[in-house]
């Protein structure tokens, strides 16, 4: 919950290769105080049946700018070893995707909520400020 000193994020995640949300996939917050500050790692979560992370840390005072770190490559990979038990001869050597981590980064001010979707598939994804 954002006050009139911090912002506050939350973030969900939207497979869009099935159209369903993407359970599992660990989220790592992190904030800095300023364009040229250190990152402070604050904690993560991982995304519920909904697609959602509904715990993650609250940003300290001061917080300019916040960096959601996604782990998509284990999400994937587990895609993959599930449609291969289903159709084994439908193997394919291939990576399961293209893009392992997804790391976005953007600008806050105080007293403001950050609603930050990832639609995501195996080679390519887009996020948006939402509601």
Known sequence: MSTSTT??????ILDTS?????EG??????????????????????TDADGRCKDLPALPEGTTHVR???AVEPYFE???????Q???ANRD????VFFPEVAITFA????????????????????????
């Not at 996939?25 to 790692?41: D, E, K, M």
């Not at 050597?93 to 399961?96: D, E, Q, T």
Request: a positive charge.
């Open 93 to 96: 050597s291939g990576p399961a």
């Open 108 to 131: 806050v001010v105080p007293g403001e909520h950050y609603h930050v979707p990832l639609l995501l598939n195996p080679f390519g994804y887009s996020v948006y400020r939402g509601s």
């Open 86 to 88: 289903d159709a084994p």
């Open 7 to 12: 912002a506050s994020v939350s973030t969900h």
């Open 78 to 84: 587990k895609k993959q070893a599930d449609a291969q």
């Open 18 to 22: 099935v159209g369903r949300p993407a």
């Open 25 to 46: 996939v660990a989220v790592q917050l992190s904030a800095r105080s300023g364009r040229h500050a250190g990152w402070q790692a604050l904690g993560g979560s991982a």
């Open 68 to 70: 959601l770190d996604f």
